[in-house]
């Protein structure tokens, strides 16, 4: 059963064609801070994706959660998620811009929204995301397909934490200490598909959003991580470059990056919705929270 994400969170669904699309909408709406609507990745969910970002980000405005449905019919293609996202945006905050945040696959959804409803989106957050799916990935993604398919469970959980973890965080617990061995088969455990995680990643190989990136006019914030092996940042660095108002901000920590930095990337959120001015067309902003702990620590006792 779904947990509450943020007290008072209003949860619900829409329908689009056969597709059972659910929301949860939570926080205040502020002036001057537009709405902002979650897009999870490949076989995620709100709560999956965003456990702890969402309460983060709900804590200073309104936002909204989207679960992706599927109707089971045919090849799922991006534009099918797009008209989703839309629908949800008709649904609960039809009279304003919004901002939309996307993880992994959502970043591709996220983007190709911007670039069908321009006049919908104030601003756009990319996270961990790519335009076009290259033969290195998608040596990956056919990989994941055959070790589902053929129901090699061990070895298909043991890919999928390898490529979706960070080295950092495969050996070490954040402000503990090393990461025991057996927490590693742990994670391997319990580590499941999620719904439509199949047929997503059939899109994701499939994936080519590269003439629609070109035509994001919006305030975009493009965030990369130095070690994901799953979507390598250089993708990043293309949608950097392909998007005219754009920022790039560059991050340690691999794939997993809703789990791995939470808070870095709500800092950088955050930041990037309060004081756009600091956010500037075709630059690269520096990765400030970690410089400041670095500083902090080099000062004498």
Known sequence: MTQELFPGTVAGTVKVGDAVVGYHDAGEQHDGRPVVLMVHGTGGSVEAHFFTLFPMLASRGRVIGIDLGDSGDGPLEVDDLVAQVAAVMDERCPDDAVTLVGYSMGSCVAAATAAAVPDR?????????????????????????RLYNERDLTSFREFMVMNIYGRAFLNAIPYIGPRPWSQVLQMCSDYVAGPSADRHMAMNSRMDIADRVVEISCRTLVIACRGDQLVPLEHSYELFGA???????????????????????????????????????????????????????????
């Open 243 to 301: 998007i005219a108002e754009s920022t790039l901000a560059e991050i340690p920590g691999g794939h997993a990056s809703v789990a791995e930095r939470p808070a870095h990337l709500f800092h950088l959120i955050d930041r990037f919705l309060r004081e756009p001015e600091a956010f500037k067309s075709g630059s690269r902003i520096g990765d400030d929270v970690v410089l400041q702990l670095a500083a902090l620590e080099r000062k004498p006792a």
């Open 121 to 145: 989106v104030d601003s756009l957050v990319l996270l961990n995301g790519w335009a076009q799916t290259d033969n290195a990935m998608r040596l990956r993604f056919d990989l994941w397909h």
